[in-house]
């Protein structure tokens, strides 16, 4: 067993690694290696054994690898290696785009450095900085931190970085996205010049280039990449989408779970509000389903591994992030409940399936606003994604009937149904042969307990019927109008002339909130002032993040907008 807090080893490829030796053979000290015998743990995955030796050595380290290569140990084992005893001052800054990333890395950290007494503290938006203010103040030997809340705490002086040696740059890409490159500027700048610096990310764009050629000094570069999931012939996972209203999600999601029938699945979710209501309806429909994300202790996860584990669940619903890590082991099914706001994710979540030669299924639900964004994905990868049509009423009926057949089939191949017997000679006393088996096929097709489906979900026509309005600032002549269904205006007091740009407002509540960037409605930018739209269910949580950070280095009025100005 591997270290796979991100993922297993089959997921990456060293660069030149040797394939075989454990930990031991890294130079780890004796606590870290007893703590990984004690987790299971035998010998490290490719990134592991590639960057632990330089890490351990003091260079600083650029490394592409995607999710499922396990880079939390690769900077976690280093970082703590270097821990000194019961000094407990900041060592490690280990800055992340999420708050639900945050507290994986520190669960992580936690778990590797027990035996060291190391202190790991998470520092992110949403939650309560009394608490964070007390445990910087006792003393801490590792913060795991979104940008924007590291950056708060260095506003207020209680970030202490004089003693620190390491700051990793987890997940970079995402990061800049969501448009945190102004605040990461603003911490590295703020550390110690002769720290060491560790940047990972998925993909080295022209921009993560340039952070690294910014802030990092002549970095040993590491380079992980996924096998390719084409072998020669066709390919290993058959890719699909479907084009269904937003109302009609759910009920479509149950009807080609259906139709496939998986043996094994993960249905990932933008929001962890859609985890818990997928996870309901689902389980109502009839599927064994547990639910996954960045809200539930680290003992709730342990106990819904278990259960797959133990087959006594077999679909798993999830958000990105709290998926991370995981390996379901015979995975057959990855659908998207949404598009993928980026191709990286889109490429991360269907290279669950499909691996080691065995085939798979991946398959997304899109809105009619999100073809635009499939078809990014089908540039990005090169792969054409069909558009199918969804399986009707008359599709599932006869999906079902297939499969009572085929359970039939089995059991006549492998049952003994010989204590059976009397029952059907005791009944073609009076009836036909033939109707005695229709009942029977009856009785049997019913037993499955699968729920009736009689809603008809409308077509929808295969393209994009809007442009997308989220992130758009809106030019000052046009007229202004209401929020779009579902969603709230937010006030945010800055503007233009404190240097305030969309993906400035973007960033800061995709980081301090569980809300992602595609999430997040219009927005406009006045220049005083500027407006936002989100999900109304999630304004108050907006409201208090934001209220709680700063925005361009300085406090916002921040409340739920009242209104055309005069």
Do not use: W
Not at 471 to 487: I, K, L, V
Request: hydrophobic share 40%; aromatic share 2%; proline share 6%.
């Amino acid at each position: 067993m591997s270290v796979d807090e991100a993922g297993t080893a089959g997921e990456g490829a060293p660069a030149a690694a040797p394939e075989s030796g454990g930990f031991e053979d890294l130079g780890l000290r004796p606590e870290l290696l007893g703590a990984l015998a004690a987790l299971g743990y035998e010998e490290p995955t490719p990134i592991q054994r590639e960057a632990v030796p330089p890490l351990l050595a003091g260079r600083d380290l650029l490394g592409q690898a995607a999710t499922g290569t396990g880079k939390t140990a690769a900077f976690a084992l280093p970082a703590l290696h270097a821990l000194q005893p019961d000094e407990h001052r900041l060592s490690t800054l280990v800055l992340v785009p999420t708050r639900e990333l945050a507290v994986q890395v520190c669960e992580a950290m936690h778990r590797y450095g027990k035996e060291l007494g190391a202190r790991v503290l998470p520092v992110y938006g949403g939650a309560p900085i009394g608490r964070q203010l007390r445990e910087l103040d006792r003393g801490v030997d590792v913060v795991v931190a979104t940008p924007g809340r590291a950056l708060d705490h260095l506003g207020r002086g209680t970030l202490p970085l004089g003693d620190l040696r390491t700051v990793v740059l987890d997940e970079a890409d995402e990061m800049l996205d969501m448009g945190f490159a102004e605040d990461i500027d603003a911490i590295l700048e703020a550390c110690p010049p002769e720290r060491q610096t560790v940047l990972f990310s998925a993909t080295m764009p022209a921009r993560i280039e340039g952070l690294a050629r910014a802030h990092l000094r002549e970095p040993v570069r590491i380079r992980i990449q996924r096998p390719a999931t084409v072998e020669s012939g066709a390919p290993l996972v058959r890719q699909g989408a479907y084009v269904v209203p937003r109302g009609h999600k759910t009920a479509a999601l149950g009807r080609v779970l259906d139709v496939e029938a998986p043996a094994s699945a993960i249905v990932f979710c933008r929001t962890r509000e859609q985890v818990d209501t997928v996870t309901e309806t689902l389980n109502g429909r009839g599927y064994r389903a547990e639910a996954l994300h960045g809200g539930m202790s680290q003992d709730q996860r342990e106990r819904v591994m278990g259960r797959l584990k133990s087959g006594t669940a077999d679909l798993l619903v999830a958000t990105d992030v709290a998926a991370r890590g995981l390996d379901v082991e015979q995975l057959t099914h990855v659908v998207n409940y949404d598009v993928p706001s980026a191709p990286e994710s889109y490429v991360h979540r269907v290279g669950r399936v499909g691996r080691a030669g065995r085939q798979g299924v991946a398959l997304t639900l899109a809105e009619p606003r999100e073809l635009r964004m499939l078809q990014t994905i089908e540039r990005s990868t090169g792969r054409k994604i069909p558009v199918e049509k969804l399986p009707t009423v008359a599709d599932l009926r006869t999906r079902r009937l297939e499969m009572t057949r085929a359970a039939l089939h089995e059991s006549l191949v492998e049952d003994d149904l010989d204590r059976f017997r009397v029952v059907v000679e005791t009944l073609t006393d009076d009836f036909d042969l033939m109707d005695v088996a229709l009942a029977a096929v009856k009785l049997a097709h019913e037993a499955t307990g699968a729920a009736a489906d009689e809603e008809e979900i409308p077509d929808v026509p295969e393209r994009d019927t809007r442009p997308r309005a989220g992130g758009a600032e809106r030019g000052a002549g046009r007229p202004p109008r209401g929020p779009a269904a579902g969603m709230v205006k937010l006030f945010v007091g800055a503007g233009r002339a404190a240097g305030v740009r969309p993906q400035d407002l973007v960033g800061a509540i995709a980081g301090e909130t569980s809300l992602k960037g595609r999430d997040i409605g219009a927005i406009e930018i006045a220049d005083r002032f500027s407006l936002v739209e989100v999900p109304d269910a999630r304004a108050d949580e907006v409201v208090t993040a934001l209220r709680a950070t700063t925005l361009k280095g300085r406090k916002a009025t921040v409340r739920r907008d009242r209104g055309p100005r005069r």
